[in-house]
């Protein structure tokens, strides 16, 4: 469904990925993972086509992505930001519908079955009591399930998330994951997602995608990428990587260096 050969992207002259290749098969569910600047964000929009490559190739469903139309795009994929903006001129109801645009005909308004789906959408995310209110008076956690309902509405083959689960509670956090994990299983919907908690990705995606520095270091299942010499390669720091009891994850946690002397200690001595 998603297979990246060879790609380098740009911002500028500044390389943000170097040469990644990989490929997810339809109804696979993989991770990004790996430190700030890495190039995971830009990955996902390489694969939405907002940053061309400079080289490589871009493929969705079997189709080079040049040769898709926007419109044709956006009902094959859904993406679900890292924050939406807070002055949104939308009702919650308003918003989700946005995601039928692509199916909506180009004059006239939506049908019941867009109606259908945005329901749909809003009660899988808790958010159908919220349908009346403005985006402005939510919280970040409200307004990013939000998000995903109006990913959902669209009923996309491909789901990209950008850090989803970041302004979410536990449970709610817990809920995202379990609905993502079901939307996998039952509709075999192929899901990509940048993932900052590598205790959560080990504990929620068969597969990992480590980034570090625009290149993909490593490809696996989880006990294979959340290695303490990958990690720290990848991450620039120590890290222990500890068993979760009664599950198949692992904590990942990082730790300073006893002797490595810190910026301030450096700027004092300067």
């Known amino acids: 469904m998603v297979e990246l050969e060879h790609v380098t992207a740009c911002y500028g002259g500044t390389a943000v990925l170097n040469g990644v290749s990989l490929r ?16 995971k964000s830009s990955l996902l929009r390489v694969v939405t086509g907002l940053l061309p490559p400079r080289s490589g190739a871009v493929r969705l469903a079997g189709t080079d992505c040049p040769t898709l139309s926007p419109r044709a795009r956006a009902r094959l994929l859904s993406v679900v930001p890292q924050e939406l903006p807070r002055d949104l001129p939308f009702t ?20 019941a079955q867009d109606l259908e789906a945005v329901e749909e959408a809003l009660r899988l995310t808790e958010t159908w009591e919220l349908r009346h209110r403005p985006l402005p008076a939510m919280s970040g956690g409200e307004r990013q399930r939000l998000a995903l309902a109006m990913a959902l509405a669209a009923r996309p083959e491909i789901l990209l998330l950008d850090e989803p689960t970041s302004h979410l509670d536990l449970r709610h956090r817990a809920e995202m994951m379990s609905l993502l994990t079901r939307l996998n299983r039952e509709r075999q919907t192929t899901i990509l997602m940048v993932v900052h908690d590598l205790t ?65 200690a450096h700027n004092r001595a300067s």
């Open 24 to 39: 997810l098969a339809r109804g696979e569910m993989a991770a990004l993972v790996g430190p700030n600047g890495a190039g």
């Open 92 to 111: 919650a109801y308003e918003f989700v519908l946005l995601g039928r645009t692509a199916s909506l005909p180009r004059f006239g308004g939506p049908a």
């Open 200 to 264: 959560l990705a080990s504990l929620h995606f068969p597969r990992l995608l480590l980034l570090a520095e625009g290149r993909l270091l490593a490809d696996g299942a989880p006990p294979d990428v959340l290695a303490p010499g990958l990690l720290e390669t990848a991450y620039g720091c120590p890290v222990r990587v500890l068993p979760l009891p009664g599950t198949s994850a692992t904590c990942v946690l990082a730790h300073a260096a006893p002797d490595r002397p810190g910026p301030c």
